[in-house]
């Protein structure tokens, strides 16, 4: 039983740190919020500006927008890794919960899988089958079809 909870305590410190690690990406967040409202700032500026010339003014958003586009990149793939690692802490939780689920049997974890039984294929929402008395308001008379 030590060995367990010893294992627990180990799992309850990394998902603590994961969190922890997380928490960090908020201002991965605000930094990205931050350059667009900087850059749509910038264009509103560029556009009312009647002194420069047309192609400066074309040259400048194309350099605003690979700069924005950089930095954004470096976001975007920030924000990924992270969304990799919490669906992986996510799978890892499911197991976990499914493993010490007491009441489990193997049927439980065949729906739980993805696997369909009988039952599970028509919910209390689906129309019944086609060609049966309750799906036809006709009966299955011919030539009374809505």
């Avoid at 950089?70 to 499911?94: D, E, F, I, P, Y």
């Amino acid at each position: 039983m030590v060995n367990a909870s010893e294992h627990r305590i180990a799992e309850l410190v990394a998902a603590a740190a994961l969190q922890t690690e997380i928490a960090h990406q908020r201002l991965a967040l605000e930094w990205g919020h931050m350059v667009l409202t900087r850059v749509v700032q910038l264009w509103d500026q560029l556009e009312i500006l009647e002194a420069v010339a047309y192609e400066d003014k074309v040259a400048a958003q194309v350099h605003m927008l690979d700069e924005t586009a950089g930095s954004l990149w470096r976001l975007h793939k920030v924000l990924a890794h992270t969304r990799r690692v919490l669906q992986h802490h996510r799978r890892g939780l499911r197991r976990q919960r499914t493993s010490l689920d007491p009441v489990s049997t193997p049927a439980d974890h065949l729906s739980k899988s993805g696997a369909k039984s009988r039952s599970r294929r028509r919910g209390c929402g689906d129309p019944p089958p086609r060609g049966t008395p309750a799906a036809d308001p006709s009966h299955g008379l011919p030539g009374k079809r809505r």
